[in-house]
């Protein structure tokens, strides 16, 4: 995570959020934020995607991921519990 940003990376960060919201009103994110330890904090996005290759292809247009701000890799999911609202899809 980038703490005590320069100016370039504030604007990167500001293109990854953009990025987030624009995959929002897509459909495809369905949650995104960052832990919130003092040290060691990382962030998380899950999303859909139709397979393997589209799912790499979404998180390596993060511009933050583009610009090598975030390190970011792949993990399949699968949702074994969740509340109402958020059941298989």
């Known amino acids: 995570m980038v703490t005590d940003a320069t100016p370039d990376e504030e604007r990167i960060v500001g293109e990854h959020v953009r990025y987030l919201l624009a995959l929002k009103e897509r459909g ?3 949650i995104a934020g960052r832990t919130q330890e003092s040290v060691g904090t990382f962030g998380l996005t899950v999303f859909e995607a139709d397979d393997e ?3 790499r292809e979404v998180m390596e247009q993060d511009p933050g991921v583009r610009a090598g701000l975030f390190a970011a890799s792949l993990h399949p999911y699968a ?8 059941e298989d899809r």
């Not at 949702?79 to 958020?86: E, I, P, Q, S």
């Open 28 to 30: 495809i994110l369905i």
């Open 53 to 55: 290759a589209r799912a």
């Open 79 to 86: 949702v074994t519990v969740a509340r109402d609202g958020l």
